[in-house]
DNA sequence: TTATCCTCGCCAATTACCTCA
DNA sequence: CCTGAGGTAATTGGCGAGGAT
């Protein structure tokens, strides 16, 4: 059994147990296959690997891409940069859009008076025109695709890799950060999903196989318990064993067990598995 | 050497915004 | 046009690691 799912560049597929001899999936202790990212990459999910600093240049012409979906809102561009941020982001000090954006979470910005304070500035202002409070920049397919790429083969990004690629895509370095942060949760989530269905599954094989087994329990208990039962087994046509000395016996004739043994009805020869995981309160010696 | 503080990066949870049916 | 659902960018608060003192 074989689930696939495909969405956001994710390649989710899980392999059960009946077909998952190749797994290889390390941090999954069910070791099922896990593939959260295209097949072909060798990127592992929770494994952070550093990479080189060097970005392959584009040819693309970033702020082209960013022309061509660039999101308009009430007249302003939320993909467009202002014009101090470049340089502020590259000097390391966060634009008034990213007050935080340097840092991590406002409790960053918190150490930062100056910045705080620009920022509630900020939110202020923003309040009073109406025009940039919390704008939602929606990346644009070459943005998404250049982060997907760099995300297979690295899930973090080190602070010079994370300011070429804010360069290279004309983005802020917070928001590639935080596009880092939440697709790794995507990422997360997907395997959570993953997990949780595969369990689901393990639960149901478990439940029925024990249902197959207390069925068996109660056949064997009731042929046990039946006179006939030894009367009408039919001979083994292979090895058999006796219960009580445990000795093995060849093919049983007509005449039953040889002379050494006792009668057949204390004694007689069983078939190999019968008694095989047979609990001792059912085994016929007493 | 140990304790304390600070910075930084990451994560989980949540919010806010956007798109689409 | 309105609306709810889903997707996702962005925020918030917490935690641990590592460096400085």
Redesign the pocket.
């Known amino acids: 059994m074989m689930v696939e799912k495909e969405d956001?560049g994710l390649s989710l597929s899980l392999s059960f147990p009946d077909n998952n001899k190749n797994s290889t999936t390390t941090n999954n202790p069910l070791h099922h296959q896990l593939n959260l990212i295209p097949s072909s990459s060798p990127f592992n999910l929770f494994h952070k690997t550093s990479w080189t600093d060097s970005f392959p240049s584009s040819d693309r012409n970033s702020e082209t891409c960013r022309v061509e979906t660039r999101?308009f809102?009430k007249g302003i561009d939320?993909n467009r940069l202002p014009a101090t941020a470049d340089a502020d982001e590259e000097a390391g000090v966060s634009s008034p859009n990213?007050t935080?954006?340097s840092?991590?979470?406002?409790?960053?910005s918190e150490?930062e008076t100056n910045n705080c304070e620009e920022h509630e500035m900020e939110r202020a202002s923003d309040e009073e025109d109406g025009e940039t409070?919390?704008?939602?920049?929606?990346?644009s397919k070459d943005q998404?695709a250049v982060l997907e790429e760099t995300f297979k083969e690295h899930n973090?990004?080190n602070?010079k890799q994370k300011l070429a690629l804010a360069k290279r895509l004309g983005l802020r370095p917070?928001?590639v950060?935080?596009?880092f942060?939440?697709r790794?949760?995507?990422t997360?989530l997907k395997q959570t999903e993953v997990d949780c269905e595969f369990l689901k599954r393990c639960c149901e094989n478990l439940t029925e196989e024990n249902r197959r087994l207390q069925k068996e329990v109660q056949e064997l208990r009731a042929l046990k318990l039946s006179p006939q039962f030894y009367m009408q087994m039919t001979p083994p046509t292979t090895l058999t064993m006796c219960p009580s000395c445990e000795r093995v016996a060849g093919p049983q004739s007509s005449s039953g067990p040889t002379s050494t043994h006792v009668g057949p009805a204390q004694h007689r020869p069983m078939p190999f598995n019968l008694w095989a995981n047979t609990p001792k309160s059912l085994h016929p010696r007493s």
């Open positions: 956001l999101t809102l939320v990213s935080i954006s840092v991590s979470g406002n409790k960053r150490r409070s919390r704008k939602k920049l929606r990346l998404s973090t990004l602070p917070r928001q950060e935080v596009w942060q939440n790794r949760a995507r997360k």
